[in-house]
């Protein structure tokens, strides 16, 4: 018995499921469309818990989806947000080398972001750092001019105006908790009702590999969650940063390193650091969760990534727990910030596909079974490319146009 039929369902109200939407709605007008949320609003997890920042493009892999969705995906959420008056600013930013050993490793991002497409970089030295970023210090910086802030926990809104505006329809408090496929539909269970469907799509984020088997598939990958927390800069502190002043990343990690961000609001932020949380939704040291503890520590991979990084997590760990520590890796491209210009700020939880061997997935992963489309691993920078991601989903989606 169901309460109502469906041409496509979206599970997952979040940037990535809201742009798949708007997408569908684009181009199947005629298609009725249905997005199931299980929070009260949209955007309540990582889309509305993040840095706010949009992505150059200059990390990534060339060729890879990453590279590619986000240098486009960028120059389309600019745009996106000019059309509808959504705050944003390109404004650029910094990434500094501050031991000699980063210096190769500058090179290479910016070997690399030229050879994804982006335009102005130059690697600059400490006098035209300091012209840029007054307070900053370090041997050499690259300078990205095409990154730019916003605030996806709006951007999303917009999109879940748009398809209404469209025909589609957002349903919040609606949590997927059952999936029952065959041949001719698949049925989703909620506590606002079942529905029926032709196609599904999972865009669940930090429990999107639970809904794979929820809908009888099996994952290859086990979504891991990183918590990244935050301090603020107090408000008379706030001027020591005039816009994004990042670490050279360590290659072998998907995180960026903690860095500074001056918002679109105008406040300044520090983070995000990368603690294994201990609950999917867990924004707290103390938020733990047993099931989603035991799906980490029961899965080989698991164990495998801890031997591989467990450095790299004893240093965010220790810098989560001790507020010198967070600051003194601040303090190597700011040097005249202090303890007592931070206070604790938020957090977000990111989601992170891991693999069996032990490897983080490390570019987005959409798996296609039958009518359904697993979203599986889209982290950072999947808010900026979020537009573009979901023309790439749409597209491998084929059976909506059947
Ligand atoms: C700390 C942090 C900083 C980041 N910084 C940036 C940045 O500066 N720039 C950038 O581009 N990206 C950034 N990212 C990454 C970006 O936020 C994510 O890649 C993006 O938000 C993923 O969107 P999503 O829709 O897949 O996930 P989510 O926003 O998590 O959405 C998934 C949704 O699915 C819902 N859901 C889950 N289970 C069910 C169910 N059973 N039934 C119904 N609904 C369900 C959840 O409630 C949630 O709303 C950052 C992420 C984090 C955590």
Redesign the pocket.
Same mark, same amino acid.
């Given at each position: 018995m169901t309460d109502s039929r469906y041409n496509v369902i979206i599970? =997952?109200? =979040? @940037? @990535?499921?809201l742009a798949v939407a708007l997408e569908i709605t684009r181009r199947f007008p005629r298609l009725r469309l249905l997005v199931?949320?299980?929070?009260d609003a @949209?955007?309540?997890?990582? %889309?509305?818990? *993040?840095?706010?920042?949009?992505?150059s493009g200059v990390y990534y892999k060339p060729g890879s989806l990453k590279a590619r969705l986000c240098v486009a995906g960028a120059a389309a959420m600019v745009e996106f947000c000019r059309q509808h008056n959504i705050p944003h600013k390109v404004c650029g930013k910094v990434i500094v080398a501050t031991h000699a050993e980063e210096l190769p490793r500058l090179e290479d991002l910016r070997q690399r972001g030229e050879a994804n497409g982006l335009a102005g970089l130059r690697l600059i030295g400490p006098e035209e750092l300091r012209e840029i970023e007054p307070h900053a210090s370090g041997l050499q910086a690259l300078l990205v001019p095409s990154t730019g802030i916003t605030d996806?926990a709006v951007v999303s809104k917009k999109y879940a105006e748009l398809i209404a505006a469209g025909g589609g329809t957002v349903l919040t408090s609606? +949590?997927? *908790?059952g999936i029952q496929r065959n041949t001719s539909e698949t049925v989703v269970e909620?506590p606002r009702g079942a529905f029926a469907t032709a196609s599904l799509i999972n865009? +669940?984020?930090?429990?999107s590999d639970r809904?794979s088997r929820m809908a009888g598939d099996r994952p290859s990958a086990r979504i891991i969650p990183f918590r990244?927390e935050y301090y603020d800069l107090i408000p008379e502190r706030a001027s020591l940063v005039r816009a994004l002043i990042y670490p050279v990343p360590d290659p072998r990690f998907p995180f960026l390193g903690v860095h500074f961000t001056r918002r679109i609001t105008g406040t300044v932020d520090a983070g995000?650091n990368a603690v294994l949380a201990l609950a999917r939704e867990g924004y707290r040291h103390s938020d733990i969760n047993l099931r989603d503890l035991a799906s980490a520590l029961t899965f080989p991979g698991f164990w495998r990534m801890a031997f591989r990084y467990w450095r790299n997590a004893f240093g965010e760990w220790y810098r989560s727990l001790s507020k010198p520590a967070f600051v003194r890796a601040l303090q190597r491209m700011l040097p005249e910030v202090r303890e007592s210009d931070l206070v604790p700020g938020g %957090?977000?939880?990111?989601?992170q596909a891991l693999k069996p061997d032990g490897t983080l997935v490390d570019d987005f992963q959409f798996v296609p079974s039958g009518k359904v489309l697993h979203?599986l691993n @889209?982290?950072?920078?999947? +808010?900026?490319? %979020?537009l573009t991601i979901a023309k790439a989903i749409v597209d491998t989606a084929t059976f909506l146009s059947e």
């Open positions: 599970i =997952g109200g =979040g @940037v @990535v499921g199931l949320e299980k929070e @949209v955007a309540r997890h990582q %889309s509305g818990h *993040n840095s706010g920042v949009i992505h996806y609606a +949590a997927a *908790n909620t865009c +669940a984020g930090l429990f809904i990244g995000p %957090s977000g939880v990111r989601a979203v @889209v982290p950072s920078p999947a +808010a900026t490319a %979020s």
